[in-house]
């Protein structure tokens, strides 16, 4: 069985500073990561996916995230926040093709100026 | 990239009544489409699977009398919420996955808010 563990609901930044946005997996098979972005009443949005190439994935507006089979974890990080990135992030795990994704329970990250 | 897309975008309607929603893949084929629904501030909930051709998969809990899902052609897939209730008022989502080996990978509709008076 698979599973994500996104740790922390909220995540409050100050703009400018680094956000780190934490998720962990849990997976019997090498994994598929994704992380979406949802803003508020929209549906998601891929902000990148880890498909087994480079463990370090480089996705839209900025944001990374690496693959750490060691630690089970595929942290999403962006240097430098600004205001726009306030948004819900959820981090999902790929199951056998034809199966549905399974979403972690999302992080809420706030940016204060 | 491949697009999804949902309508209507949000509907209004009186309890009782039922509403239908669509989701249509427009440049592709998806043999699997995936119903998720999701309450304010929470996560997606998976309700259902539905591959073309065939009845639809539903989660435990998710009541399929209720939540009628019509998989009839590669490119559309309807969910219909029967009998509406203000508990159904929600904001569901669908997806769907083209029909290639390798990744797993789902493609988003924008969402479809319903709101049960």
């Known amino acids: 069985a698979q599973s994500v563990t996104q740790l922390g609901s909220h995540v409050s930044v100050s703009e400018g500073a680094l956000v780190l946005l934490r998720c962990n997996y849990s997976?019997?098979?090498?994994?598929?990561l994704f992380w979406y972005v949802q803003y508020p009443n929209q549906g998601l949005q891929l902000l990148l996916k880890y498909t087994s190439a480079a463990t370090l994935v480089k996705g839209i507006n900025g944001f990374e995230a690496e693959f750490k089979k060691s630690e089970t974890s595929f942290h999403l990080t962006k240097p430098s926040a600004h205001m726009s990135d306030a948004a819900e992030y959820f981090c999902?795990?790929?199951?056998?093709?034809?199966?549905?994704?399974?979403f972690g329970k999302g992080t809420t990250l706030s940016v204060s100026s | 990239g491949a697009v999804v897309s949902q309508h209507p975008s949000r509907v209004i309607c009186k309890s009782g009544t039922s509403v239908k929603i669509e989701c249509r893949s427009l440049d592709f084929q998806a043999t699997t489409m995936f119903w998720y629904r999701q309450f304010p501030k929470q996560s997606l909930m998976l309700m259902a699977t539905s591959n073309e051709g065939s009845k639809a998969t539903y989660e435990q809990g998710v009541e399929k009398d209720k939540f009628l899902i019509n998989h009839a052609s590669l490119t559309l897939s309807t969910l219909t919420v029967t009998s509406a209730h203000p508990e159904d008022s929600s904001f569901y989502i669908c997806?769907?996955?083209?029909?290639?080996?390798?990744?797993?990978?789902?493609?988003f509709g924008p969402g479809t808010r319903l709101t049960v008076l």
């Open positions: 999902a795990v790929s199951g056998p093709a034809g199966t549905a994704l399974i």
């Open positions: 997806s769907a996955t083209p029909p290639r080996g390798g990744i797993n990978e789902q493609f």
């Open positions: 997976s019997s098979v090498p994994p598929y």
